[in-house]
């Protein structure tokens, strides 16, 4: 009883931060069929932006809020600089573009702050544990699932009861008309950064407060699990993104029960080859998406 | 005809140049930067194989390349020092030790063949299934190489790798690609290919059976990426499996991007321009470094400057220095026209 | 109103609309009519914004307009009805028609009773509410694309093909509801397969051959003077 509920809490937690990863890889994917190879560095943005504000005095939410915001300035931005003049020419050009971003804004890091890792500010809660029901829990899983859950929730309703969410999924299916609808082209994908940022800056939080120090590489591992949620869950639908995120942990943590030590190092090689058989299977990833295809 | 065999030339030209210069000069420093500058160029020219005849992106190159340098090492290692180097080698390996000049060519065999296997079914997606992927398969192949300690030393630097690499090799490997690049670019294979490239759909249309072009070119990549690996492994004598992730990557793909992905001039071009240009930075490192100027080391910049160099280039030149025409091809029309003008 | 100077559209090398000029004035309902590839789809394209111009202006209220993006002719007050009748196939049809008024969403009370007056006229509509626009019948989408558009409260609409696939009943209907819209004061763009049906309803009519406008002139002259058949079959 008790393993079941530490398993479910770990997985859960950890669901809750990858589902929130894909997301963020996907609401942008969805839109403007770019894998943003620089979705990693919006959580290495939020925590330098932490740490940078560490002895500022403030309050830790108000530096929490702050550097979210980072994240999300620097996806709008990374849109404008980087993407937007390219999008129009090859959608290889823009792959990678977006990888040079990723490696440009990662040594920018190396370059200005440091190649050793970091300290952020982190309230105490970040380090308590918690017991609940004979099973000791760290109380930053709890947070994680509680944040995952509200940002899920709102997330789930701004897409169905917002204009503006309607029109991003519309403009996921079929941009073009979306636009002849007089939907505007730059705010439909401008949101869709913002809010990859916004992703990306909370999960990049609740990510350092696992780790409690921030490194320039800190965002390839959950760009590599959103990837791999992402196909999971279908490269082109929001709910897949999210269960395929659930679905990830479910193996990871899985695997690290039942896999020996020996075998365990190998497991992202097992994810990985994974993904690939995947992708060969269906190529728009095992969940499906939105259906593009017109009945006439 | 001319015009392939004035770019053969030029191009090989300037690699003969590039050696001529280091042997005259005779600086140690010098030599190293030009071998390094030929090995980069078998490896971006393998790269132009496949991503500039198919078009598809592809980021498992990198990962051949350290196939090819482990399957080198793990055949040339000394008998006597295979015990330290490769505690756990599987007991087959432990008696083998092979001539460095034989052992680059079978790891560029070894590399070949096991993209043939993995990559066939792949050969059929576009887009974005393809980039990821080939992402996947370099992280998969990463792995291996990180954790396989049996073959690879683990995470660890392998070291006792013979030195068997010097200018004149690399240099001479690297023309053979030079041909072997344009050859293949040339060939009905490279013509359909980049037919296909261009149209898909009416190339598919034709009965052409895309997919298996695609792998040709693949495993041809393969083969140059683990010979360029190999011819590495030999002349830096050790290293780790992190040599052959994503920096290096960024690098290869970087001189491609630069050069111009769609040609061998371009993928010529890239390479020097960038390696030029990494060695001068390298140097300002260096020299910020010993001046102590910063309190920390200063590094990256290397890396932001070719990241932002890149971009540049995407946005304003979006295929590169030698978009489309080869070096020969652009000579031969100018010399036509002058010739009509006049 | 509208008008076009000697516009071309190219794909890459084709040149799918070769220098054609027309005009609809206020009003008016002009049929353009054309074989297969003849490049009417390409040529409502391109004055939705959807489609760059390669040359050539086009013109609306005697303002340039040839490069304005698509969501700039919408605002712009042009409409558009596509031939491959782009529903959104996961949106609800309320959330279909709720992005139809997107240009209005502060005036909620006239979008309000916009969206009364279609469900009037599309009574099937308003029955399938809050269904998946994916799961409506060929006919059902058709009724919701053209009330999505109208929703945008255009001046001009441009129509492609609306009877395309269409069960004559429906076809009856839709070109019923066509004639509404013109007495309402709407200026149309009408593409059509079914010649006889967009004669009976057009002022003027333009006739397309291989990117170019082959004949043109009243509905009545067209249809008098052009075999419509050999229009159809000849290409
Ligand atoms: N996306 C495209 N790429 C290449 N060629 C195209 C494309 N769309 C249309 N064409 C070509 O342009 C020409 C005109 O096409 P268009 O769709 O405008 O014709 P149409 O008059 O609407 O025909 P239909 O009556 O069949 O709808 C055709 O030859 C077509 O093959
Ligand atoms: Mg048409």
Redesign the pocket.
């Known amino acids: 009883m008790t393993f079941a509920l530490q398993f479910t809490i770990d997985v859960l937690s950890l669901g809750g931060a990858y589902a929130l990863m894909a997301l963020g890889l996907v609401i942008v994917y969805g839109i403007l069929k770019l894998v943003n190879f620089a979705y990693g560095e919006l959580i290495m943005v939020t925590g330098y932006t932490l740490f940078l504000m560490g002895g500022s005095g403030l309050p830790w939410l108000v530096m929490a809020a702050v550097a979210v915001a980072m994240a999300v300035v620097t996806g709008v931005l990374t849109d404008y600089i980087a993407f937007r003049p390219v999008r129009a020419k090859s959608i290889t050009a823009v792959l990678i573009t977006s990888f040079a971003f990723s490696t440009l804004l990662q040594n920018a890091a190396l370059l200005f702050i440091s190649p050793r890792p970091r300290n952020v500010p982190l309230p105490a809660l970040f380090s308590q544990t918690v017991e609940i029901a004979g099973v000791i829990t760290p109380v930053r899983n709890l947070v994680t699932i509680a944040a995952a859950v509200v940002l899920l929730a709102v997330f789930a309703w701004a897409m169905r009861r917002t204009v503006l969410g309607i029109a991003m999924r519309a403009a996921a299916t079929n941009f073009t008309m979306a636009r002849m609808l007089g939907i505007p082209a730059n705010l439909i994908i401008s949101s869709a950064f913002a809010i990859s940022g916004l992703l990306a800056g909370v999960v990049g939080i609740l990510w350092i407060g696992r780790i409690g120090s921030v490194v320039p590489g800190i965002g390839s591992e959950p760009l590599l699990v959103a990837f791999i949620a992402t196909v999971i869950g279908g490269m082109r639908s929001l709910e897949g993104a999210v269960l395929g995120g659930f679905l990830l942990a479910l193996i990871d943590t899985s695997l690290n029960y039942l896999l020996s030590q020996e075998l365990l190092k190998f497991r992202d090689a097992f994810t990985f080859g994974l993904v690939i058989l995947i992708l060969l299977w269906r190529p728009e990833g095992l969940l499906k998406g939105p259906a593009t295809g017109q009945r006439t | 005809m001319t015009r392939h065999l004035l770019t053969a030339a030029i191009l090989g030209g300037f690699v003969i140049l590039l050696v001529a210069c280091a042997e005259m000069l005779g600086i140690r420093v010098f030599d190293r930067i030009a071998t390094n500058l030929c090995i980069s160029l078998i490896l971006v020219l393998g790269l132009q194989v496949f991503m500039g005849n198919s078009g598809i992106l592809s980021f498992a190159h990198i990962g051949f390349m350290g196939v090819g340098a482990y399957t080198s090492a793990v055949l040339t290692i000394p008998l006597q020092m295979k015990g330290m180097a490769l505690p756990e080698l599987y007991l087959v390996f432990k008696g083998v030790q092979l001539s460095p000049y034989l052992a680059i060519p079978i790891a560029g065999l070894v590399a070949a063949a096991v993209a043939a296997a993995l990559s066939y079914p792949l050969m059929r997606l576009s887009d974005a299934a393809a980039v990821i992927t080939s992402f996947a398969l370099l992280v998969v192949l990463h792995t291996v190489m990180t954790n396989w300690s049996n073959v690879t030393n683990g995470p660890r630097t392998l070291f006792g790798v013979p030195r068997a690499t010097d200018l004149t090799l690399a240099a001479g490997v690297a023309i053979a690609a030079l041909l072997g690049a344009l050859a293949f670019k040339e060939s009905r294979t490279g013509r359909l290919l980049r037919a296909s490239r261009d149209d898909e759909v009416a190339a598919g249309a034709l009965g052409l059976h895309i997919p298996h072009l695609r792998w040709r070119a693949f495993v041809l990549a393969a083969l140059f990426a683990g010979i360029g690996g190999a011819l590495w492994g030999h002349f830096i004598t050790s290293f780790s499996p992190n040599a052959f992730y994503l920096r290096e990557t960024f690098v290869i793909l970087g001189m491609l991007v630069i050069g111009g992905a769609n040609t061998v001039t371009g993928a010529v071009v890239g390479t020097f321009i960038v390696t030029g240009a990494f060695e001068g930075l390298r140097s300002l490192e260096g020299s910020l470094n010993s001046a102590k100027i910063f309190s920390e080391q200063v590094i990256g910049l290397t890396e932001v400057v070719l990241a932002l160099a890149m971009i540049a280039v995407l946005i304003l030149r979006p295929g590169g220095l030698f978009p489309s025409r080869e070096i020969g091809a652009i000579i031969v029309r100018a010399l036509s026209k002058r010739e009509r003008s006049t | 109103m509208l008008e076009l100077t000697d516009v071309e559209v190219r794909?890459g090398a084709?040149r799918?609309v070769r220098g054609i000029s027309l005009k609809a004035e206020k009003g008016e309902l002009v049929a353009l009519l054309?074989a297969?590839?003849?490049?009417?789809?390409?040529t409502l394209m391109c004055i939705a914004g959807a489609l760059k111009a390669a040359a050539g202006t086009i013109r609306l209220d005697g303002r340039d307009v040839t490069s304005a993006t698509p969501e700039a002719m919408v605002r712009n007050g042009v409409a558009t009805v596509t031939?491959t009748r782009d529903v959104f196939p996961d949106l609800t049809v309320a959330e279909n028609l709720t992005l139809g008024s997107y240009i209005r969403r502060s005036d909620r009370a006239g979008v309000a009773e916009d969206r009364e007056k279609m469900f009037a006229l599309f009574p099937r509509l308003a029955e399938r509410y809050g269904q998946p626009a994916g799961t409506l019948s060929g006919g059902e989408q058709q009724m919701l694309v053209i009330a999505r558009a109208i929703l945008s409260r255009p001046r001009i609409l441009l129509l492609d093909?609306p009877s395309l696939g269409l069960a004559p009943v429906i076809v009856d209907q839709i070109f019923e509801m066509i004639g509404v819209l013109k007495r309402s004061g709407l200026t149309i763009v009408l593409?059509e397969?079914n010649a006889a049906k967009a004669l009976a309803v057009a002022d003027r009519a333009y006739v397309?051959r291989l990117g170019r406008i082959a004949a043109s002139g009243s509905a009545a002259e067209i249809g008098a003077t052009t075999d419509l058949g050999a229009l159809y079959l000849g290409g």
Do not use: D, F, P
Not at chain 3, 36 to 42: D, F, I, P, Q, V
């Open positions: 794909y084709i799918a054309g297969n590839g003849a490049g009417k789809t390409s031939e093909e593409v397969q397309m």
